[in-house]
Structures are given as structure tokens and as C-alpha cells.
């Protein structure tokens, strides 16, 4: 496995795993419930201490529970948008790549409106559309996230899918009479799972930093604690004014800590299946001058002139 030897890899998986480990067991590890409260009269949030290691919040909520409960939807929700968004990039950008032609020139142009649309501001009037009960649900939000995720992925799978499509095993099959569709899946989409991983990386990174986003705005609804809403919480009930930093501190750097992982996997990923990356990672044994405003160009070691035979010869000749 030449991906597990990249350093990057392996931390960014470590990361990965550990939280989540914690959506998955988080929330029985938990010592209360996401809604237990300390008490039900003091409005003064308590700072991190022995019984609350993460403190509480205004309503005296345990917020080292809500971190530990919070994980979970607020992966789901990442996980969902990158996998619906793959799922379109593959099938516009494929599709587009392989058939050419008005299919080609209609899908690049829808992918060319969605990469021109401003994201953020599509997803706002999306949900402000909604019912309150379905901006609760991950299935939709992550769905919803994914319209604006998909068109850099399809832009990408349709190049990468053009040069497939004249190689020799691809043309062989369509001499022997295979059908498009199974074309595409069996002999181009396989060779396109270093950039489907990449690609779909990226795209979990883009759900959670947007969920991050409108949670913070307040644009998510539902009773479920994530990450996302403790952010909204924090902020509605003064935190950053009052300086109360331990009550939205923990679930940034949870936010953070996960973009950090999936960039390192990405990065290695990248290193790996990009020749100019590799080859560039090559070069680190050898002295590069910087000089402003030139390139630096590596030069590999020349072999030494051969002498001058014909000299040596006309000396034979005239002896």
C-alpha cells in the first residue's frame, strides 16, 4: 500500500479515526445526556473544572457531553454531501467527457452556471425554502449542500475522462460492440479512483466548513446538538462578547481538527497519483538556488567531455 507510506496519510488517518470513534461511541461515553442540565435557575455559564471539563453553557448544559453527542450528525451530514456530490460529478462529468458532442456542450455548460453561482447564497435561499422539520434532517441538508459541491469534481472527471476515452482497451471495447453505459462503468470509472478519492475528500471538507457555516447562521433547524449548533448557541447567547471562550473554543477546534485530517489525506493523495507533485518530492536531495524573479531548475549530473579523440589521432597519423 504505497498510500500508507506517505506521512501525511497516516496522520491524517490517525486524526480521522479518532473522531470517529467519537461519533460512533461519543455519545454513550458521554457522562450526561446532550440536553442534561446542571441546573435549571443559574444563567451564569461555569468555566471548565473538575465536574464540567469543558464548562457550561448559559442554560447550564454539560459541554463536554454536547461535544462528545455532537459529532456524529455533524459527520453524517460531511459524509452524505461528499458522497451525493461524487455521485454527480460522476455522472455529469463522465458522461460529458465520454459521449462529447451537444451532451457534452450542455452538461459543461450547466457545470460552468454551478461553478459561477455563489454557493454560500444558493444554499441560504434553499433553506430558508424548507420546511423547519427538513432543515433538521442530515439526509437533506447534506443534500442540499451537495448542488453546490459537485461542479469542480465533474470539471475535473470530464478532462481526465476525455484522454481515456482514446486509449487502445477503451476503443477495443466499443469495436467489440459493448454498450456505452457499461463502458463507462467498467473500464473508465475504475481508472478514475485515485481522482474519485481525491475528489470526494475535498468535497467532505466543503460539507463540513458550509455545515459549520449555516449552523453558525442559524439557517439549520431541529433539536439534534452538533458542532454546528453549539457554534449558534455560543454565539446567540453572547460568548464572544461576554468572553465566555470555552463554550465555542471546543467545538471549532473539532470542526478544525477534521478540515486538518481530510486536507492531509488529500495532500497525500495528491502527492501520490500527481506526477509533477512526485517528481517534485524527488528533488528534495538536491540544492535548489531561489533567486528572485527566476525559477529554480533542477539539473541532473552531466557526464564529464569526452577528450578530443581526433586530436590524438593526427598526432598517430603524422608520426
Known sequence: MRYLRSTKVILGLAILVLFVLIALFGPMLAPHSAHWQASTTADTPLPPSGRFWFG?????????????????????????????????????????????????????????IFLALPGLLILMVVLKALPLDLTGNPLTIGAVIALTAWAWGARVLRAQTMTLRSQDYVEAAQVIGERKPRIIIFEIVPNLLPILASSFIFTVIYGIGTYATLAWLGLIGGSTVTWGTMLYNAQVGGALISGWWWWFIPPALCVAAVGVALSLLNFGIDEIINPRLTSARGTRGHRVRFVLGLTPVVRTATAAPAADLSLDLKKEVAQ
Not at 69 to 95: E, F, K, N, P
Request: charged share 10%; hydrophobic share 50%.
Open 56 to 112: 457550561t453553557d448559559v442554560q447550564q448544559h454539560d459541554l463536554f457531553s454536547q461535544v462528545l453527542a455532537g459529532g456524529r450528525d455533524t459527520l453524517l451530514i460531511s459524509l452524505l454531501a461528499g458522497v451525493i456530490a461524487t455521485a454527480l460529478s460522476v455522472l455529469v462529468g463522465v458522461t460529458a467527457g465520454y459521449l462529447g458532442g451537444i451532451v457534452d456542450d450542455l452538461l459543461s455548460a450547466l457545470t460552468n
